[in-house]
């Protein structure tokens, strides 16, 4: 029907009013304040009471119960308990903190590990031991590439499953890759000529796996390691003597620099237990010297013998991770870091101050000694200034760590253990420096009685020549090659003359003994074993210095000669009383000893420096002094590594505890 002009425009003013209200509407509504739904509350840390708690409301409760049936299949599977909590924010405390409060207040032991999830302030933290059987870049790997995409895409109870279904698959050995070795081999069976190769390189791979599976191995389980080839127990045995060693001299520092601060009360728990260890790792060192020597073991007698050296070693590792948190504890460094970090700083102006003093006695030494004589000290100053630098790069990185936020501070506990190493090396550096002068003077001093007495001894023993047979004929003529030797050496190595004179006149004296009257005999050897203790302390003195400042480009083979070392001059010394020609037996072989893990340390240091691109800085002065170390050797868990997967070192074993903690945004 036609519409009429009239009603048309009451259509018209209908339709403006209508515009005209709810145009009024927005604009009361835009200028008035807004109001905004209250924010959900922090969640403040907890006590678990269930396995996976959602104080987020994040799932629903199908996602609930499959985040569930995968934490449940995890135990049933491995018997590893992990607790998974989503919450909105951690208020304030930090990731890291709140799940150490929440662990603390749960009573977690051990065997529980905890995913704690801030959905709405998208960051989170992992942390608990980390199960045997997972390493740490493989924990990397499934934190990164499985629980922190499916957090970043909202998919909260996908990461809680892949979380628990990547620690029951990576526990089970699910994740070895062979395709990249099955496609080199086809391509190398294709090359004729490389059939040797091929062969080669299987057998390299075989026994770089089981050497892989040995180190996952709990070294008190004697039926799996016997079962490993002959060969990979070597290299493993050589590798777990390397890994104690390191701990034991890094724990020592450590231990050193606690009794300081907290007295030897306080420290006699941790230095009981690194007393045992070094027992223990003694032990091992004395199996693989053992192994070593001239005087062939069956095939059955060598696995044996390496079962029970990895098993020694295994126990020395546990006697000091088993004190690792109690250490820790006591060892605070946050709680007086601004003061440790001014007493660090007053040390690196004390040592500075020392280093041209000690620059000066080096120069003095070159100038007065041939270069075999100072070859342990050389560059002990420039090594000690390297130190020097290193430390004040951490205490600067300490100072920097203390002005972030409560819960972000953790990188000042690394930085100051970091400056602590370094100073503690610098000092004993040069220290090395200073008490070169007196050793050599020493040997000097001793020198002129040593070959008047060695002098009487061929005097003695020509006369005995007829009742000394071939012996004494040989002693004799080794005798005088060595006097001769001394008295060309004398100003020039009074060190190498020195030890040359006493193992002449212990050689000699052995063979008089058995030509003359044992009563006659017992004052001339008493006064021969003091030398013998002399020399062999002097040279094990050296051979420890040099090693332990460079202990991160040291291989098992020193290491294992200087253990035999002190076990001989601590049997000589033991014995000194009750049984000196079996004392000096003992103080002969350990100088000896001492002088081919000198050797050998510094081969193995030359070859160390010769593999890597010329540097002289003081973090690689710090990765061959051992200050940094390869985190994988001891079990590095989360935040940053100093320098290339090199952290500093720390009270513990080799495998440094395997506690974790891994966190961050998404």
Same mark, same amino acid.
């Given at each position: ?5 009239? *009603? ?26 807004? /109001?905004?739904?209250?924010?959900? %509350? ?65 009573? +977690? ?9 801030? @959905?709405? =302030? ?21 934190? =990164? ?16 499953? &892949? ?7 990576? !526990? ?13 081999? /086809? ?19 075989? *026994? ?28 493993? =045995? ?34 009981? $237990? ?30 044996? !013998? ?72 050389? #560059?002990?100053?420039? !090594? ?21 936020? /409560? ?11 970091? %400056? ?29 009685? $040593? ?46 003359? +020195? ?14 003994? %058995?030509?003359? #009257? ?36 040291? #291989? $098992? ?27 000096? @037996? ?6 000896? !000893? ?23 800085? &003081? ?30 070192? =720390? +009270? ?15």
């Amino acid at each position: 029907m036609p519409v009429t002009l009239p *009603n048309c425009r009451a259509r018209w003013f209908t339709r403006a009013s209508i515009s005209l209200l709810f145009a009024g509407v927005v604009l009361v509504s835009a200028g008035a304040p807004s /109001v905004r739904a209250p924010m959900a %509350a922090a969640e403040p840390p907890l006590r678990m009471d269930t396995y996976v708690v959602d104080s987020a409301n994040a799932l629903d409760r199908a996602q609930l119960d499959e985040t569930r049936s995968a934490v449940d299949q995890l135990y049933a599977d491995q018997q590893v308990r992990l607790w998974i909590v989503y919450v909105h924010d951690f208020g304030g405390l930090g990731p890291e903190a709140w799940a150490k409060r929440t662990t603390t207040q749960s009573g +977690f032991s051990e065997r529980d590990l905890l995913l704690a999830v801030g @959905t709405e =302030s998208h960051d989170y933290w992992f942390s608990g031991a980390l199960p045997s059987g997972i390493t740490d870049s493989e924990l990397d790997s499934l934190l =990164s590439s499985r629980v922190e995409p499916a957090l970043r895409g909202g998919k909260w109870a996908a990461a809680g499953v &892949a979380m628990a279904d990547g620690l029951d698959s990576a !526990m089970r050995g699910e994740g070895v890759n062979f395709w990249a070795l099955f496609i080199g081999a /086809v391509v190398i069976v294709v090359v004729v000529g490389g059939v040797v190769l091929f062969f080669r390189k299987r057998r390299g791979d075989r *026994n770089q796996a089981q050497l892989q599976a040995a180190r996952s191995l709990d070294p008190d389980n004697t039926v799996a390691l016997g079962s490993l080839s002959l060969d990979t127990l070597h290299a493993r =045995s050589r590798e777990v003597l390397v890994e104690i060693d390191n701990a034991i001299r890094t724990s020592a520092e450590e231990l050193e620099l606690a009794t300081g601060e907290f007295g030897d009360i306080a420290a006699t728990p941790f230095r009981a $237990a690194l007393d045992t260890a070094k027992m223990a790792a003694a032990n091992a060192f004395s199996i693989r010297q053992q192994l070593d020597d001239h005087i062939p073991e069956t095939l059955d007698q060598q696995r044996t !013998m390496l079962v029970e050296l990895i098993g020694k070693a295994g126990r020395a590792d546990r006697e000091l991770d088993a004190r690792v948190a109690e250490f820790d504890a006591m060892r605070d460094l946050l709680i007086n870091a601004p003061d440790r970090l001014d007493a660090l700083t007053r040390d690196l102006v004390e040592l500075t101050g020392r280093a041209p003093a000690s620059d000066a006695e080096l120069a003095r030494l070159t100038a007065t000694h041939p270069p075999s004589v100072l070859a342990p000290i050389h #560059d002990n100053v420039a !090594m000690a200034r390297e130190r020097v630098t290193f430390a004040e790069q951490n205490i600067d990185a300490g100072r920097a760590a203390l002005t972030r936020p /409560v819960g972000e501070q953790g990188g000042a506990v690394g930085a100051i253990r970091g %400056a602590e190493a370094a100073i503690g090396q610098a000092r004993r550096l040069l220290d090395a420096v200073d008490n070169a002068a007196a050793n050599i003077q020493q040997a000097t001093d001793g020198l002129p009685a $040593a070959l008047d007495e060695l002098r009487a001894d061929i005097a003695t023993a020509k006369t005995l020549a007829t009742y000394g047979g071939q012996e004494s004929a040989a002693a004799i003529a080794a005798a005088e090659a060595a006097v001769r030797q001394a008295e060309a050496a004398a100003t020039t190595d009074p060190l190498g003359a +020195f030890h040359s004179a006493v193992s002449a006149d212990g050689d000699l004296d052995r063979a008089n003994a %058995a030509a003359t #009257d044992h009563k006659l005999a017992a004052e001339d050897l008493r006064r021969r074993l003091d030398r013998a203790l002399t020399d062999a302390g002097s040279r094990v003195d050296a051979a420890t210095n040099y090693l332990t400042t460079r202990r991160g480009g040291v #291989d $098992a083979s020193a290491r294992t000669r200087l253990s035999e070392a002190q076990r001989n001059l601590d049997a000589a010394q033991q014995l000194n009383a009750t049984d000196p020609a079996q004392a000096l @037996t003992h103080a002969t072989s350990a100088a000896d !000893m001492a002088g081919r893990a000198l050797q050998e340390a510094q081969a193995s240091v030359r070859a160390w420096e010769s593999s890597r691109a010329p540097s002289g800085t &003081a973090q690689a002065g710090a990765v061959l002094g051992g200050i940094l170390i390869d985190g994988l050797l001891r079990g590095a868990t989360g935040g940053s590594r100093s320098g290339g997967g090199y952290r500093p070192g =720390s +009270f513990g074993g080799s495998s440094g505890s395997r506690r974790v903690g891994r966190g961050g945004r998404f």
